[in-house]
């Protein structure tokens, strides 16, 4: 006879543990939905499974090798990190970047962006059990991410940033891949924009599930397209221009529907947005120089820098002390600001909404996960390498 | 002698499984390529089931050990019972009885009530929440799917399956009856848990569902019997709605035009939830279904 094992929980909770390996996530986190037959009455959300002490291993390295770093934080949106460390560095140095540079800095962010949207639609897709659009879009993306290796010899990590400038130019024939490449793209999104906006089936499975209200957006401080399908009007290439988008006129896009539909509808949007910046991009590009020199010691100081990453607002903190490492390197990114709408907005729905709310917000683990140490009675103040490597050894030590 | 050999070599047997799994592989092969893939080899369901067949079968704490290890073999053995009453290869059947019919489709709600039932046996979270969604799935599919296969015979006129065959063979009751062919073609997805009514599988949310705890050999006799079941529905619906299986040629043409179709509409749409699918059976399905079934009977009444 096998013994029968008693439920651990004697309250009576049924708890659906998501993570921090599952099938509907890409990457390591840990969700705990307590469910009442398919209703999720309670949401937790652990994080930090995949925190790699990239922050601190900025502090040991110096200017230049930091952008090879940060640029590994994300593997989709590694250009904007790249290039929002390289804006907050040339900031404090007093350099000034050719416009040719930060034109091409801009047209690969936007290059990017239209690979993490349309990456995003597929799995997006995959989660609600919509393969055929998974598969479709994932092999369109491929277009994209065949410009970007075509510009930068790289599929992901492309390393187009300097310290004062860019690395690579734009010729013609280049421009004109870049072209024809966007005209299937916007063919093809059409349609797409068409599929998730009259697709019955797919209707029920977005159409006003994890409703956000434009107050609720506010509150939980959202960002990036998450905010924008809630009607947030929040976009730093318009509120605070910065690259070449100073001279771009982007137009925002809003939806105030603040359902997963809209979050569909707003990303999508944005693909054409991408689409008429690049062209106009192509169209604009001031001749010149690509790269100013840089100083080897950056003089003392602290400054921020924020780009607009696909996924949201993507914040730096710098801090030099006039050597050539810095003090302080500090990346808030735009998945830390959403992740708290998701164990608010999974109450009240059904377990099979929840990989969806999951993937609405576009969630990228490893950008976001890192370590605070709260202790009370204990005095602040920056931890040393070895001290910290200690800590991780005897936690590990403890656990096991 | 001859009967012992139609049992386990043809048209029972082995040649269901093989023919199970070359279902299973049409059907991989036909939503690959329709969602732009490549898909599988020919011989890959033969490969997996072997393969879980070779492996270790984990028993996992908190289980009927009694249970975990019957109830896929019962699940498979009430598919294989199943396929000894319908036109397999468009033959008659091996043996027939007046009322097969039903008993047919209560064999083949054996696999799905085993599924559930093996995922309520386990303490595993995901396989209950599937067992949970398996069963209710169950309840809202069947009414309508029986009613939909009761259409033909009550326009045979008999609940047996080779009279209904011989009857639909000289009327196509897909034109007569459409509604009862929608629904039994949607009510067999149901029963198969393809998508879009795979819910009680869905990857991104339980894992595997009820089976979420098996591997090895009990994992393999599921897909056995899910393959079985797919190539025993797809005959049925075919012998009764298609014109009849009156040959080979016929059956295999037949049947691959409708798991075509199947292929069709579970590559076109997005996964239904559970309460979404309850509600599709019963607020249209069985509703449609009875409204077809009222007029067979007006109109069989005022043709008498």
Known sequence: MTERVVMADKREKFIIPIGPQHPALKEPGHFEFTV??????????RLGYVHRGIEKATESRNWIQNLYLLERICGICSHTHAMAYCLGVEKLGGVTVPPRAQAIRSLVAELERIHSHLLWLGVAAHEAGFDTLFMY???????????????????????????????????GDQGDTIRRGLDFLEERTRYYLDVVTSDAVFLQRTRGIGLTTIEQAERLGLVGPTARASGVARDLRIDAPYAAYGDIPVKIVLDSAGDLEARFVVRIKELFESYRIIRHILDHLPEGELQT??????????????????????????????????????????????????????????????????????????CNDRSVVIRQGEEGGAWTWERLRQYGIDFYRRQS | MSEILALLFFPGGLFV???????????????????????????????????????????????????????????????LTAAIYVPLAGLNPIYSFPGDLIVTLYLLSLLTLCTGLAGANTANTFSLVGATRTLTQLFSYEAPFLLALLGPALAA??????????????????LTQPVGFVVALIGLMGKLELPPFDAPEAETEIVAGALTEYSGRGLALFR??????????????????????GNPLE??????????????????????????????????????????????ILIGGLAR
């Not at chain 1, 092999?139 to 990590?157: F, K």
């Not at chain 2, 019997?225 to 075919?238: D, P, S, Y």
């Not at chain 2, 590559?267 to 077809?292: K, P």
Request: charged letters at 20%; a neutral charge.
């Open chain 1, 36 to 45: 009442d037959d398919e209703i999720v009455t309670d949401a937790a959300v």
């Open chain 1, 137 to 171: 879009s994932w092999r369109d993306r491929e277009t994209v991410m065949d410009v970007l290796e075509g510009l930068t010899g790289n599929r992901v990590n492309y390393s187009a940033n300097l310290l004062g400038g860019v690395k690579f130019d734009i010729n």
């Open chain 1, 293 to 366: 020199k840089m100083p080897r010691r950056i003089k003392a100081g602290e400054t921020i820098s924020r780009v607009e990453a696909p996924r949201g607002e993507l914040f730096y903190f710098i801090k030099s002390n006039g050597t050539d490492t810095p003090e302080r390197i500090k990346a808030r990114t735009p998945t830390m600001c959403n992740m708290a709408s998701v164990a608010v907005l999974a109450v009240g729905h059904q377990l099979a909404d929840m990989p969806m709310i999951l993937a609405g917000i576009d969630p990228c683990f490893s």
């Open chain 2, 17 to 79: 499984l093989a023919g199970g799994m070359a279902y299973e592989w049409a059907d991989r092969k036909l939503v690959a390529r329709l969602q732009n893939r490549v898909g599988p080899r020919w011989f890959q369901p033969l490969a997996d089931t072997v393969k879980l067949l070779a492996k270790e079968e984990v028993i996992p704490s908190g289980v009927n050990a009694f249970l975990f290890l019957g109830l896929p073999v019962v699940a498979l053995a009430g598919a």
């Open chain 2, 157 to 174: 006129g008999s609940w047996q399956i080779n009279q209904i065959n011989a009857y639909a063979h000289d009327h196509w009751l897909l």
């Open chain 2, 224 to 245: 056995l019997g899910r393959n079985v079941e797919l190539m025993i529905g797809l005959t049925l619906v075919a012998s009764f709605y298609l014109g009849g299986l």
């Open chain 2, 251 to 296: 059956f295999f043409a037949k049947t691959l035009a409708l798991l075509l179709g199947l292929s069709f509409l579970q590559s076109l749409m997005a996964r239904l939830r559970i309460d979404q699918t309850v509600g599709l059976w019963w607020r249209y399905g069985a509703l449609l279904v009875l409204a077809q079934w009222l007029a067979l």
